[in-house]
């Protein structure tokens, strides 16, 4: 069975700190990761795709993959109490198009 | 673009009831879109994958003749609850990938949060 695993925490940081969340999948074909933040009682909304080994930055994220070690991360720089949310990692699974989520991981961020 | 849009967003019901869930895309065409649900707490499970001119595929566990899907359009795809219990007052989420782009993220629906007293 495919998984997709996060650390439920919550993780809770300053404002202007930066955030780290971290995601490990087992199905070694996957191909593709997302990043989806969700705020209570709403859909998932994309923040971030990564396709390829290494960093991708867009503003204050920042997503990593390192398809060996089955690992992807999301780096929030610079936070703010908005990004208080769940942050879900997503794994498109390999053969087929349907997405594996994590469980997902709250972030809240104090000012 | 590529908007899915869903509607009711929220339902009350009375247990032993149907509810139906609409599902569209509003600028682009999906041959396929995606069922999932989400209990309090949870992580999104995916439910049913809907295909536009046959039936649905269910996942393992999920009760095809209580979760009926009918996708009749490229646009359109329903889910309706067949007799809700209030086991089944969740959260209902549907998404499609852009045509001809199946590794490209999902676009969600704002789903529909169902309960059944």
């Known amino acids: 069975q495919k998984e997709v695993e996060q650390n439920s925490g919550p993780l809770s940081v300053p404002e202007g700190a930066i955030a780290s969340l971290n995601c490990t999948y087992s199905?070694?074909?996957?191909?593709?990761f997302f990043w989806y933040r969700q705020y209570s009682g709403k859909s998932p909304e994309l923040i971030m795709s990564?396709?390829?080994?290494g960093d991708k930055e867009d503003g204050r994220f920042t997503a990593q993959l390192n398809k060996a070690s089955q690992y992807v991360s999301l780096l929030i720089r610079d936070s703010q109490p908005s990004d208080s949310a769940t942050y879900l990692c997503?794994?498109?699974?390999?053969?087929?198009?349907?997405?594996?989520f994590g469980k997902g991981t709250m972030l809240l961020v104090s000012p | 673009g590529a908007v899915v849009s869903q509607h009711p967003s929220w339902v009350i019901c009375k247990s032993g009831t149907s509810v139906k869930i609409e599902c569209r895309s509003l600028?682009?065409?999906?041959?396929?879109m995606f069922w999932y649900r989400q209990f309090p707490k949870q992580s999104l499970m995916l439910m049913a994958t809907?295909?536009?001119?046959?039936?649905?595929?269910?996942e393992q566990g999920v009760e095809k003749d209580k979760f009926l899907i009918n996708h009749a359009s490229l646009t359109l795809s329903t889910l309706t609850v067949t007799s809700a219990h209030p086991e089944d007052s969740s959260f209902y989420i549907c998404?499609?990938?852009?045509?001809?782009?199946?590794?490209?993220?999902?676009?969600f629906g704002n789903g529909t949060r169902l309960t059944v007293t």
């Open positions: 998404s499609a990938p852009p045509q001809g782009l199946p590794n490209s993220p999902l676009h």
């Open positions: 199905d070694r074909g996957s191909q593709s």
């Open positions: 990564i396709y390829s080994n």
């Open positions: 997503a794994v498109l699974n390999s053969g087929y198009s349907t997405l594996t």
């Open positions: 600028d682009f065409q999906a041959t396929t």
């Open positions: 809907s295909n536009e001119g046959s039936k649905a595929t269910y």
